[in-house]
């Protein structure tokens, strides 16, 4: 089945750890994006990419990090700058840039600090 | 910058009667695209419903219907004969044409359907 892989669903980091999720998607899109939710709210942007080898920060991206090598994968470095990083974080991925398409999500990551 | 407001953080419907979730929208850019999303408690995103901003018709898919008021910058979520499995968070969001892929969500409202 077509679809977006993130692992691992559950991650614990350490203090002063960088900690990396992973996110694969066979649906031949061309965009993809990385999102933080906190307990009880909406989706913030941490990164987004349109093509391979290219990405742009979204609102949220202090202490993060990511990388567009292969079009089917865009996992996202969390660092040790993130003070806060205990959430969940999903990864979607769309046809294009345009307002029509939908955002298409994995089953998501959380993340919390040992 | 565009803003996406739900105002009723959580709501109670008896199964099978229909419910609306509100959502209104900020945005000086006449190009933009509306969508809303389920989330259950296992936490994947679900699409429901898509209404770009020159849409003649209230976009409908299966039991969700959107009553979109463009005036009034609005974009609800009705949900028709409500069922347990409807019990989920849901959000609104929203997507400017001429501003990449920015996807802005509102705050969720939390759904809770009562047998």
């Known amino acids: 089945d077509g679809g977006i892989t993130q692992s691992p669903k559950y991650l614990f980091r350490k203090e002063g750890q960088n900690v990396t999720l992973s996110c694969e998607q066979n649906l031949n899109h061309d965009a993809m994006y990385w999102y933080r939710q906190d307990p009880g709210q909406g989706l913030r942007l941490i990164y987004y990419?349109?093509?391979?080898?290219?990405?742009q920060k979204g609102d949220i991206a202090e202490g993060y990090s990511v990388s567009r090598e292969k079009k089917e994968s865009f996992p996202l470095t969390v660092t040790s700058a993130q003070k806060n990083p205990t959430a969940f974080y999903l990864c979607?991925?769309?046809?294009?840039?345009?307002?029509?398409?939908?955002?298409?999500f994995g089953d998501g990551t959380r993340l919390s600090i040992l | 910058a565009q803003k996406i407001t739900q105002t009723q953080p959580g709501m109670f419907v008896q199964e099978k009667e229909a419910v609306t979730l509100d959502c209104t929208y900020d945005t000086s850019d006449p190009s933009y695209g509306l969508f809303w999303y389920k989330q259950p408690s296992s936490g994947e995103m679900i699409f429901l419903i898509y209404q770009g901003s020159y849409d003649q018709q209230n976009a409908t898919e299966g039991r969700y219907s959107l009553n979109f008021q463009k005036a009034r910058k609005s974009a609800n979520l009705v949900i028709s004969a409500s069922q347990l499995g409807d019990s989920a968070m849901y959000f609104c969001?929203?997507?400017?044409?001429?501003?990449?892929?920015?996807?802005?969500f509102g705050g969720g409202t939390r759904l809770m359907v009562k047998p």
């Open positions: 979607a991925s769309s046809m294009s840039d345009r307002a029509s398409q939908p955002q298409h």
């Open positions: 990419s349109q093509i391979v080898n290219d990405f």
């Open positions: 969001a929203m997507r400017l044409n001429n501003a990449g892929n920015m996807l802005t």
